[in-house]
């Protein structure tokens, strides 16, 4: 191999080494932001899933109490919540289940309004508003003041 090409050799391998290799690096850190997205995204993914059940929780709930006023409210929320978030097939498959399951738990549990029914639906509104906070925390501190959009503010029941 002549002097040339074994330096060319050489400096492939220290590329490699560096983007692949070992150590603080540029690839091992671009691996490890990926990985702290991808943790992230798939904390999203089970907020708002959990999210999707409370809104089943509080479809049957709400309108078992107050059939007037919150006839569809929560059923419009978990589609509003779909359309904000587009999730993948898999996520709003569970999401779909978590607010049919939460749904028919509810209705076996309470099929009338009673003081506990309002009790567990004032529970779950304020547990699905804590997940709400923190879906929405990244969002403050890159969304100008006023620029929320009517649909977001519909979700957030504001």
């Known amino acids: 191999m002549s002097k040339s090409a074994n330096t060319l050799f050489t400096g492939l391998i220290i590329l490699f080494t560096i983007f692949v290799g070992n150590g603080p690096t540029l690839g091992s850190f671009n ?5 702290t ?9 089970k907020d708002i ?27 419009q929320r978990m589609q ?13 498959l569970g999401m779909v289940a978590a607010f049919n399951e939460r749904f028919k738990a509810s209705q076996k549990q309470y099929p009338e309004c009673t003081r506990q029914a309002l009790e567990v639906s004032r529970d779950i509104a304020f547990r699905g508003n804590e997940i709400v906070l ?25």
């Open 49 to 75: 899933t959990v999210l999707a059940g409370f809104f089943g929780a509080l479809h049957h709930l709400r309108r078992t109490c107050n059939p007037v006023l919150e006839a569809e409210i929560w059923r």
């Open 37 to 45: 997205q991808y943790d992230e995204y798939l904390k999203r993914q």
């Open 80 to 92: 509003n919540l779909i359309a904000l978030e587009e999730p993948d097939d898999k996520t709003h």
């Open 31 to 35: 691996h490890a932001n990926a990985q």
């Open 134 to 158: 923190r879906l929405t925390a990244p969002l403050k501190d890159q969304t100008p003041a006023g620029s929320i959009t009517p649909e977001q503010t519909q979700l957030l029941g504001q």
